[in-house]
């Protein structure tokens, strides 16, 4: 049902600017959750046993490929994690950066997610309602790779501070 009846050319240009402040919107709601709902074995962000801990998304979709591509906003750089990852002999401080790099990994798939949700808005803004499948075509094209590259890596990270903690307890 369209409200609002622009032209053509405003109405993509209010579609560029409405999917920005969609993304900073979802952005913004994901940074105000409370880290405690933000946990890599919370159900939502819990790898599930078809995803095979990330292997699924290498073999049908090859993500080590392509995930170095995709933009990176983290609160860290990537050189900090893999430092901690690798280093020798882990410490405390590897712990922190690994937990950081999870709660992250975490929010940014939430918020990839909530991205995707409001795309039926623009029915409001254009006629005919076929853009309404075009708006989910294009917000699903621009969150699934995101979304799958959290689900790829996580497991893997979290496996990693599982040994990390266990080399720390002396096991």
């Known amino acids: 049902m369209q409200l609002i009846q ?12 409405l999917w920005f402040l969609l993304h900073c919107a979802a952005s913004v709601v994901c ?4 880290e405690k709902y933000l946990t ?11 995803e095979q801990e990330g292997k699924l998304y290498s073999r049908f979709v090859g993500v080590k490929k392509w995930k170095k591509i995709l933009p990176e906003i983290y609160p860290f750089r990537q050189e900090v994690l893999k430092e ?3 280093r020798k002999q882990p410490g405390l401080d590897s712990e922190k950066l690994i937990e950081k790099y999870l709660l992250e990994s ?3 798939e939430l918020s990839h997610w909530l991205a995707i949700t409001p795309f039926w808005i623009f029915g409001f ?9 075009c708006m ?3 917000a699903l094209a621009a969150n699934l790779p995101c979304i799958i590259v959290q689900r790829y890596n996580r497991p893997r990270i979290a496996k990693h501070l599982l040994r ?8």
């Open 84 to 86: 901690a990852l690798y």
């Open 31 to 34: 940074h105000r959750i409370d």
């Open 136 to 138: 989910l075509l294009y």
């Open 6 to 17: 622009l032209p053509a050319g405003w109405a993509i240009a209010v579609f560029v600017v």
């Open 106 to 108: 975490c929010r940014a």
């Open 40 to 50: 890599y074995n919370n159900a939502l962000f819990k790898s599930r046993r078809f």
């Open 125 to 133: 803004f254009a006629l005919p309602l076929v853009i309404i499948p």
């Open 164 to 171: 990390t903690r266990s080399k720390l307890a002396g096991f």
